[in-house]
């Protein structure tokens, strides 16, 4: 397998195991897969309609949303997700979490 740099042309050397260059792989960190959901998927995810989702979002008891386009919003799956676990969470604790 030769290890060529993809930002150039195989030459003659390359093949022939004169080049001096090689790969090296970046070791990253994982990145946290999440993607954005819209108002139907999130009353969905959270059971609440519209107008609830929007006076808890007013109150700051709820995520805040993310300005997509001039025209389009969204939430973090990853942040609605974890907002309903809290709540359950806070319900099973019997610390009474109230909406």
Same mark, same amino acid.
């Given at each position: 397998?030769? #290890? %060529?740099?993809?930002?150039?042309? !195989?030459?003659? $050397?390359? %093949? #022939?195991?004169?080049?001096?260059?090689? !790969? !090296?792989? =970046? /070791?990253?960190?994982?990145?946290?897969?999440?993607?954005?959901?819209? +108002?139907? =998927?999130?009353?969905? +995810? /959270? *059971?609440?309609?519209?107008?609830? %989702?929007?006076?808890?979002?007013?109150?700051?008891?709820?995520?805040?949303?993310?300005?997509? /386009?001039?025209?389009?919003?969204?939430?973090? =799956?990853? $942040?609605?997700?974890?907002?309903?676990?809290?709540? %359950?969470?806070?319900?099973?604790? *019997?610390? *009474?979490? /109230?909406?």
């Amino acid at each position: 397998m030769l #290890n %060529i740099p993809l930002h150039r042309p !195989v030459t003659s $050397a390359d %093949i #022939n195991g004169e080049c001096d260059m090689h !790969v !090296v792989s =970046e /070791t990253r960190p994982p990145v946290q897969r999440d993607r954005m959901v819209r +108002l139907a =998927e999130v009353e969905h +995810l /959270t *059971g609440l309609k519209k107008s609830t %989702i929007y006076r808890l979002m007013r109150e700051r008891k709820f995520v805040q949303c993310v300005q997509v /386009t001039s025209r389009c919003t969204a939430w973090s =799956e990853a $942040a609605v997700l974890q907002w309903v676990q809290d709540r %359950i969470a806070g319900a099973v604790a *019997g610390s *009474g979490a /109230t909406l």
